[in-house]
């Protein structure tokens, strides 16, 4: 029985190898965990292609925006297309197998699962969720993260054009365009606010404020300006408060010292027990 089944093997082999060899036989076929060798569904396969593209892309996307960070704005198209794709390859069902127990979940080293859980963890990690409008097909930007771009880019503007006109002179910058920064500063702080804390907000929001401060306070300095008004307030301070002490130090050491009769009063409950001990003796 053993003779017969190795000369149907040798005969096989010698009828496919007319077209093809041992190799490519080999490599179109898998193994797929259950005994059988069979070729993956090519609707599976092309899945996977597409997943592995999309992937690159936003992996792509995101690197060359990392610095500044405008990931989540730049890149929400390959996102989008990233997670629809990555769906697809999860809930698709080709002859009754289905491509997400072929790719997912199948190995220890669970490649394809890896890299969708760590393009998540950039895109969770950026809070970029938090950028957009998803109710509709297709994600929008919030009219928040609008108007912030707008008062940024205004804000970064009135800089710039003003540096071109009065050039070292960041004095003169920062009195031109101190309200148009107070105004982002402090819807920055309304969108903290909203947003229960800083960690909350879009990353984008979050990087373009931080590079916009550090403009403002590092390389323009426009902070000194706040100084004088704030020496001043701190000085009138410490003096209202020492005040009290200096008046009771005077009191205490430059006053007239009197020599005060000493009263001795008497309390009324002390005076009725002298007064019914008199009652009674008398």
């Not at 029985?1 to 496919?16: E, Q, R």
């Not at 009754?96 to 490649?111: P, Q, V, Y």
């Not at 402090?186 to 909203?194: F, H, M, Q, T, W």
Request: a neutral charge.
């Amino acid at each position: 029985m053993k003779y017969y089944i190795l000369l149907l093997l040798c005969f096989g082999f010698t009828v496919l190898k007319a077209d093809t060899s041992l190799a490519d036989v080999y490599f179109g076929l898998t193994y797929n965990g259950e005994g059988y060798l069979y070729p993956f569904p090519e609707q599976c396969t092309r899945l996977l292609d597409e997943f592995a593209d999309y992937a690159s892309n936003f992996t792509k996307c995101s690197i060359k925006h990392a610095r500044p960070i405008r990931l989540c704005e730049r890149c929400i198209d390959q996102y989008v297309e990233f997670d629809a794709k990555y769906q697809e390859l999860l809930t698709t069902v080709v002859n009754g197998t289905s491509c997400r127990t072929i790719f997912i979940s199948h190995d220890r080293l669970d490649a394809v699962l890896d890299y969708h859980d760590n393009i998540l963890s950039v895109w969770n990690k950026g809070n970029c969720k938090t950028c957009f409008d998803w109710s509709s097909t297709t994600p929008q930007l919030l009219n928040s993260t609008n108007r912030f771009n707008k008062m940024f880019n205004d804000t970064l503007g009135c800089i710039s054009d003003n540096l071109n006109q009065y050039g070292n002179n960041s004095e003169e910058v920062c009195q031109k365009c101190m309200q148009t920064y107070i105004q982002l500063d402090e819807y920055y702080k309304s969108l903290s606010v909203d947003a229960i804390g800083v960690d909350s907000i879009c990353m984008d929001i979050v990087d373009s404020m931080n590079t916009t401060r550090s403009i403002w306070s590092k390389s323009l300095n426009c902070c000194q300006l706040r100084k004088t008004p704030e020496l001043i307030f701190l000085c009138c301070t410490g003096i209202i408060s020492l005040l009290p002490i200096l008046f009771y130090l005077g009191v205490r050491f430059c006053g007239p010292i009197r020599d005060l009769p000493k009263v001795l009063r008497q309390s009324r409950f002390k005076q009725s027990i002298l007064q019914s001990v008199d009652g009674r003796i008398n």
